[in-house]
T-cell receptor, first 114, second 116 residues
Framework: AQSVAQPEDQVNVAEGNPLTVKCTYS??????LFWYVQYPNRGLQFLLK??????LVKGSYGFEAEFNKSQTSFHLKKPSALVSDSALYFC????????????FGKGTRLSVIA | GAVVSQHPSRVICKSGTSVKIECRSL??????MFWYRQFPKQSLMLMAT?????????EQGVEKDKFLINHASLTLSTLTVTSAHPEDSSFYIC????????????FGQGTRLTVV
């Protein structure tokens, strides 16, 4: 069975500081990993994905994530946070066998303080 | 990226009535769509997988007779909440994927259902 853990319910960071939102996963086989962002009463917006290749993945709005196979992690990072980055972030995983749905973590609320 | 349109964005209905939510892929054909439910401050929980032209596959614990899913075409899937009760109040989100393998899923805007 696939699962995703986001150990932090809330992350607070000052504007301009680097941010990290943590994610670890469990999947049989090779993982496909994703980060999505959700604003209030809105659907999810895709940020980035890891399928194969370079472990460091760059995505939308200056976000990046590093795939670490040995630690089964896929932490989301940004070098300099903006107030507008404040939102709910979801990590998701699926295996690479066919048309399987995404399994989501519980989400981490990011608050960037001016 | 691909666009998924979900309608309505908000709906309030009386207890006992039925509500239909539409999910459309606007610029691609989606052989498979997924329906999720999200409770406040919680993650998305998969309800069912909707395949065009066939019966939906429901997750354990999801009542198929209560949450009717129809995927009649490659661009439209509908979720009907039948005989709605206040506990059905939630945020419902659909998603569709382009292709089968290594692509991301695209999500609708979500529907906030309130049953009074």
């Amino acid at each position: 069975a696939q699962s995703v853990a986001q150990p932090e319910d809330q992350v607070n960071v000052a504007e301009g500081n680097p941010l990290t939102v943590k994610c670890t996963y469990s999947v049989s086989g090779n993982p496909y990993l994703f980060w999505y962002v959700q604003y209030p009463n809105r659907g999810l917006q895709f940020l980035l994905k890891y399928i194969t290749g370079d472990n460091l993945v760059k995505g939308s709005y200056g976000f990046e994530a590093e795939f670490n196979k040995s630690q089964t992690s896929f932490h989301l990072k940004k070098p300099s946070a903006l107030v507008s980055d404040s939102a709910l972030y979801f990590c998701a995983v699926r295996d690479n066998s066919g048309n399987t749905p995404l399994v989501f973590g519980k989400g981490t609320r990011l608050s960037v303080i001016a | 990226g691909a666009v998924v349109s979900q309608h309505p964005s908000r709906v309030i209905c009386k207890s006992g009535t039925s509500v239909k939510i539409e999910c459309r892929s606007l610029d691609f054909q989606a052989t498979t769509m997924f329906w999720y439910r999200q409770f406040p401050k919680q993650s998305l929980m998969l309800m069912a997988t909707s395949n065009e032209g066939s019966k939906a596959t429901y997750e354990q614990g999801v009542e198929k007779d209560k949450f009717l899913i129809n995927h009649a075409s490659l661009t439209l899937s509908t979720l009907t909440v039948t005989s709605a009760h206040p506990e059905d109040s939630s945020f419902y989100i659909c998603s569709a994927r382009v292709g089968l393998k290594n692509t991301e899923a695209f999500f609708g805007q979500g529907t906030r259902l309130t049953v009074v």
